[in-house]
């Protein structure tokens, strides 16, 4: 078996057993789009690694970027200038639609596609950068996505995801409040071996961020992990002794993956 399937294998490992699932009062594994939008302000101060590296292939003004799996624009819009324009790739429609609003707000040219990456791919031309940041935790088919992502850049490739599954800091509430353990890969070691075997070399640099939940509340707090869990209201009280016992991280590794086409 190979580095691919062994990544989709253990993806799907994280899937939540059916009879937790079933009784979830809301999506699990959904964030608010005002979370992705605080990203992106958030990286329009920060020039993170990732930003660094997808700057460095943008000879002067006015190159192209791609972003996969846009969300709000975190991976992109900062990139303007030097860049001159966007092509914004994801699903969901209300992604696309913060997208574009932070885009005219910032007067920087973009346009969006609707639809999961690889398949829209072919409606989308090539840039000089591909940026796609947090997305390959939701992508089992992983060759066929990484692949489409190197033959849309004309110069580099640039990935940016958590060291480990960024749910993965919920395992002892999950022991605490369901009883059961939670996988502990892929992480993007798993990621570096499946691109050495698609023959990408990829350069690695690891940089600690802070968290999302760095400065929520308990309130927050327990919410979030409400949703998470699967869990209602009604444990509240549970789910803040077990916060307290296993509080979320004030920081986290991120790695940034970037590679150049070959000429």
């Not at 935790?137 to 960024?166: C, K, M, Q, W």
């Not at 409400?226 to 002794?241: F, H, K, P, V, Y």
Request: proline fraction near 7%.
């Amino acid at each position: 078996m190979g580095a691919a399937e062994d990544w989709a294998r253990d993806l799907a490992s994280w899937a939540i057993p059916p009879d937790i699932l079933a009784k979830a009062p809301r999506n699990p594994w959904g964030w608010p789009i005002a979370q992705f939008v605080r990203a992106t302000e958030q990286a329009m101060t920060f020039s993170s690694p990732s930003l660094r590296r997808a700057r460095e292939a943008l000879a002067g003004d006015g190159g192209s970027v791609l972003d996969v799996g846009c969300g709000a624009g975190a991976a992109s819009l900062p990139l303007c200038p030097p860049a001159g324009s966007i092509v914004g790739v994801d699903e969901s429609a209300e992604m696309l639609a913060a997208f574009d609003e932070l885009a005219r707000a910032r007067g920087i040219d973009h346009h969006t596609v609707r639809g999961r990456w690889p398949d829209v791919s072919g409606d989308v031309s090539a840039a000089d950068v591909v940026v796609s940041n947090h997305v390959l935790y939701n992508v089992g088919d992983i060759e066929p996505f990484v692949v489409a992502l190197a033959d849309h850049s004309r110069e580099r490739t640039v990935i940016e995801i958590t060291s480990e599954h960024p749910r993965a800091w919920h395992a002892p509430l999950w022991r605490a409040l369901h009883g059961i353990d939670r996988p502990t890969k892929p992480t993007v070691d798993d990621l570096v071996i499946v691109l050495a075997e698609l023959g990408i070399e990829a350069g690695v640099e690891r940089w600690m961020h802070p968290t999302r939940m760095r400065d929520a509340s308990l309130d927050e707090e327990v919410a979030l992990v409400r949703a998470a869990l699967c869990l209602n209201a009604d444990r509240d009280l549970e789910i803040a002794a077990a916060l307290r016992k296993h509080p979320p991280p004030a920081e986290r590794e991120i790695a940034t993956l970037w590679w150049d086409r070959d000429r």
